[in-house]
């Protein structure tokens, strides 16, 4: 896969019990936003934990075609609530304002001392209970529209799908 270009990304957080293993942001980006009942290559689910890495491994642990070289940085402000930022590469031709994403985001929290997640938060898809296997097919994503650098999109964006 071609690396170049940078999609960024800033999420706040509040997590009142912090597990270090568990709470990850999983963030499913649709570079060519065809929404499919599959993940094709410009698609991803990339994991960042809470604790300031970019999850690595095999696709269970580090998720669908993770971006596993993708940038990230936490911080705290000691209150239980987190900024975390960092950036995914983008992979499918070349950004530029109208350019349409899938895009997801789901919150897996860990209490203190849990031996796996207790509950899951997502973004846009709403499920009863937080399901993540909503997340199995890129159908149900939002839609992310990119803006020009003064804050505006083309005149007929495509319609927002929820």
């Not at 999420?11 to 599959?38: A, G, H, P, V, W």
């Not at 300031?52 to 095999?58: H, L």
């Not at 642990?61 to 596993?68: F, L, P, S, T, Y």
């Not at 860990?110 to 890129?138: F, M, V």
Request: proline share 4%.
């Amino acid at each position: 896969m071609a690396r170049g270009t940078l999609v960024y990304f800033l999420c706040e957080i509040y997590d009142s019990s912090f597990n270090k293993d568990l709470d990850m942001l999983d963030i499913y980006l649709d570079q060519t936003f065809t929404r499919t009942s599959f993940y094709g290559s410009d698609d991803s689910q990339t994991r960042f934990r809470l604790a300031g890495e970019t999850v690595k491994g095999a696709p269970q642990v580090a998720g669908k075609n993770a971006q596993q070289n993708a940038l990230v940085c936490v911080t705290s402000s000691g209150k239980n609530e987190y900024i975390m930022e960092g950036a995914l590469y983008h992979v499918a031709g070349t950004p530029e304002a109208g350019t349409v994403y899938g895009l997801e985001f789901l919150y897996s929290d860990g209490r203190a001392g849990a031996a796996e997640a207790l509950e899951y938060y997502h973004w846009n898809i709403n499920q009863p209970g937080g399901d993540k296997a909503a997340c199995e097919s890129t159908e149900h994503w939002g839609t992310l529209i990119l803006a020009d650098e003064n804050g505006n999109i083309p005149a007929d964006p495509p319609p927002i799908i929820h």
